[in-house]
Nanobody, 123 residues
Framework: QVQLGESGGGLVQAGGSLRLSCAAS????????MGWFRQDPGKEREFVAA????????YYADSVRGRFTISRDNAKNTVYLQMDSLKPEDTAVYYC????????????????WGQGTQVTVSS
């Protein structure tokens, strides 16, 4: 069992930066690949970024590649999403998730989810 809690969301101007954190409980955090997803009201939840259990492998959605960076600290049971050059279209609730199946991009392949944190980018 893994419990996840996101933090770090807020309001930022276009071009600014935010760093999201996702703290996990449970001794098996390091065995899970982790992902970030986002959801705007009225839209489907979409994949943003994912990282392997070791932190060596990462993968990004085309819309954020080059602007966002996912990382993790297994000693702190935490995964991060550094978001730079933010755009108004990045506005959404951001969720972290844990996958016991390795690095995945599909929502259905993630086993545990956090409650989300709101990110709002003003123009």
């Amino acid at each position: 069992q893994v419990q996840l809690g996101e933090s770090g969301g807020g309001l930022v101007q276009a071009g600014g930066s935010l760093r999201l954190s996702c703290a996990a409980s449970g001794r098996t955090f390091s065995s899970y690949a982790m992902g970030w997803f986002r959801q705007d009201p009225g839209k489907e939840r979409e994949f943003v970024a994912a990282i392997t259990w070791s932190g060596i492998g990462t993968y990004y959605a085309d819309s954020v590649r080059g602007r966002f960076t996912i990382s993790r600290d297994n000693a702190k049971n935490t995964v991060y999403l550094q978001m730079d050059s933010l755009k108004p279209e990045d506005t959404a609730v951001y969720y972290c998730a844990a996958s016991g199946s390795g690095l995945r991009i599909k929502l259905s392949e993630y086993d545990y989810w956090g409650q989300g944190t709101q990110v709002t980018v003003s123009s």
